[in-house]
């Protein structure tokens, strides 16, 4: 069993920055492909950013390509969504996922792990 738990959620302006983390625990860290979802009241869930397991293969929402960036420390078991240039539109709950497998998914559903959540608020 992966356990998952977010941080760095908060409330910023528009065009301000936050870095979430995602600490997993167990030792298999590198096998795990990642992601961050979020959902917006009223919203279905949506894939933001994914990476592979190694982290060699990452994939970006089209809302938030060129302003986010997806990373990930194997020897930390730590995943990272650094998020610049951030919008109104940006707000909602971001949840870290894994999935069993290195290779990374766009689909929710593929993900076996989620983490409880953590709120971003953007004021205009």
């Known amino acids: 069993q992966v356990q998952l738990v977010e941080s760095g959620g908060g409330s910023v302006q528009a065009g301000g920055s936050l870095r979430l983390s995602c600490l997993a625990s167990?030792?298999?860290?590198?096998?795990?492909?990642m992601g961050w979802f979020r959902q917006a009241p009223g919203k279905e869930r949506e894939l933001v950013a994914a990476i592979s397991g190694s982290g060699d293969v990452i994939y970006y929402g089209d809302s938030v390509k060129g302003r986010f960036t997806i990373s990930r420390d194997n020897a930390k078991n730590t995943v990272y969504l650094q998020m610049n240039s951030l919008k109104p539109e940006d707000t909602a709950v971001y949840y870290c996922?894994?999935?069993?497998?290195?290779?990374?998914?766009?689909?929710?559903?593929?993900?076996?792990?989620w983490g409880q959540g953590t709120q971003v608020t953007v004021s205009s």
């Open positions: 996922a894994g999935r069993t497998y290195s290779f990374l998914s766009s689909r929710s559903y593929e993900y076996d792990y």
């Open positions: 167990g030792r298999t860290f590198s096998w795990y492909a």
